[in-house]
């Protein structure tokens, strides 16, 4: 019914770390390329990172590299993101997000046609 939905997010202290799930409820989610987008308020939605189908490609913004890392286990139909030493202004709610079937690796939004709710994270000094 809800093709994707996101859990994990909460409150955490600076430097502390959490691990988003987003669950899918697609056809062919081997497929599809898979990303994680943040929102802060007042901002636009930004990627956060993507995963290529296959996995073996992924991208992160500079923003997180370092500290975030996105995975995904198409068994479960499951994309990940780890979030390590977190800081205040990783504050957002964060949302994953899958392409059409075989859709390019892309960090647009455009390129984009599945959204979860969003999942809430505040970094909390």
């Known amino acids: 019914q809800v093709p994707l939905v996101e859990s994990g997010g909460g409150l955490v202290q600076a430097g502390g770390s959490l691990r988003l799930s987003c669950t899918a409820s697609?056809?062919?989610?081997?497929?599809?390329?898979m990303g994680w987008f943040r929102q802060a308020p007042g901002k636009d939605r930004e990627v956060v990172a993507v995963v290529h189908r296959d996995a073996q490609i992924t991208h992160t913004e500079p923003s997180v590299k370092g500290r975030f890392t996105i995975s995904r286990d198409n068994a479960k139909s499951t994309v990940y993101l780890q979030m390590n030493s977190l800081r205040t202004e990783d504050t957002a709610v964060y949302y994953c997000?899958?392409?059409?079937?075989?859709?390019?690796?892309?960090?647009?939004?455009?390129?984009?046609?599945?959204w979860g709710q969003g999942t809430q994270v505040t970094v909390s000094s």
């Open positions: 697609v056809p062919e989610f081997s497929s599809r390329i």
């Open positions: 997000a899958a392409t059409h079937s075989d859709g390019p690796f892309s960090v647009s939004v455009v390129q984009y046609v599945y």
